[in-house]
């Protein structure tokens, strides 16, 4: 018989995060366990990765959902909790991994290949971001996301200004995040402003759930956009199917423990690639389990796209990782300690 226990995990960044909707300091999450009482000994991680404030899953009941989860976990496969399919599915895919029954292992997972990443630039003053800039550019990345929207527009303009001065498009690709805080009233302009600077994309320009003005913003933009936010909660296949079909993005950025698991994101892949639309995925502040959980489901899709995957150094207290980065790319420690969780 399957069984499985959870338990409440507080990750401490080691910075002030800031987006434009809010500054972080900590972040709940939950860590699952599975095991079948045949071979008890073997065990498989997982994280149910909630995002306070952001995911809809954010309420007083969610460990009396765990809890239920631990009971069933087969049926918590299909859990309409988003965060909870991801931790599942994630400690199933590692109890088949130590129980030697995977499927091949990919290039990734031996060790001999890594994932190319972009460098995640944090939002904060001028001053600060134009460091962490440096930063990513000395540590060998080739492209970057920077968090924009939450300081005064022409400050973050310079910034772009400086990063082309030194790096041409080719040289350096610029991926840019919104989080929504854009207008109906200023989005054209603030997009006609960006594309001066040679932008790759800008993830949610708007506000999700505005579906026509992000139809007519894909339609009109000199810059490529990719839909974030819009993805999350969002459950039925005909639905995604009808959103992508009517807003027409660019690209889809997937964020598995936000967007119905790697089951869903599997979902988003299909009607985007149905439609010509790319995609890549991210991570959503998981500590090192969710993130070493995307990076195995990453290193089986046939993408050469640099993803959003996080390293595992935003957090002071992160748990043992069995992934490091190397230069500008995510590899795997197939030797790696199992984390200590429990």
Not at 20 to 37: G, I, L, P, Y
Not at 233 to 244: V, Y
Not at 253 to 269: H, N
Not at 278 to 296: D, M
Request: with cysteine; net charge negative; aromatic share 10%.
């Amino acid at each position: 018989m399957l069984r499985a226990r959870w338990k409440p995990y507080t990750l401490d960044f080691t910075f002030e995060a800031r987006t434009s909707r809010s500054v972080m300091h900590h972040k709940d999450t939950f860590f699952v366990e599975v095991w079948d009482d045949v071979a008890p000994a073997v065990r498989g991680l997982g994280e149910c990765a909630l995002f306070r404030g952001l995911s809809r899953e954010d309420s007083a009941d969610y460990e009396a959902h765990l809890d239920e989860a631990c009971r069933e976990p087969m049926a918590a496969l299909e859990s309409s909790y988003s965060s909870i399919r991801f931790g599942f599915e994630g400690a199933m895919a590692s109890l088949a991994r130590a129980k030697g029954c995977a499927p091949e292992p990919t290039a990734w997972e031996r060790g001999e290949k890594g994932i190319p990443i972009n460098g995640l630039v944090w939002m904060g003053d001028r001053a600060l971001m134009l460091e962490r800039i440096k930063e990513k550019i000395a540590a060998g990345f080739r492209c970057i996301k920077l968090k924009i929207g939450g300081i005064d527009f022409g400050e973050e303009l310079e910034l772009l200004r400086f990063i082309r001065n030194s790096f041409a498009a080719d040289e350096l690709e610029l991926r840019l995040d919104a989080n929504g805080a854009f207008t109906a009233d200023n989005v054209m302009q603030r997009l006609e402003a960006l594309s001066a600077y040679s932008v790759h994309s800008l993830e949610q320009p708007v506000r999700a759930g505005q579906y026509d003005l992000m139809a007519r913003v894909c339609r009109e933009s000199p810059i490529s956009i990719a839909l974030d936010e819009e993805l999350i909660g969002t459950t039925s296949a005909d639905f995604k199917a009808q959103l992508l079909e009517h807003i027409r993005p660019a690209y889809v950025i997937l964020k598995p423990s936000l967007c119905g698991g790697f089951s869903g994101a599997d979902e988003w892949i299909a009607a985007a690639q149905a439609r010509g639309i790319g995609w890549w995925a991210t991570s959503a502040l998981e500590s090192n389990i969710g993130l070493e959980e995307i990076a195995h489901w990453v290193s089986r899709k046939d993408t050469h796209m640099p993803q959003g995957l996080g390293t595992g150094q935003l957090y002071s207290n992160n748990v043992g990782s069995g992934i490091r980065r190397i230069g500008s790319e995510v590899w795997a420690v197939p030797d790696a300690p199992w984390p200590n969780v429990f």
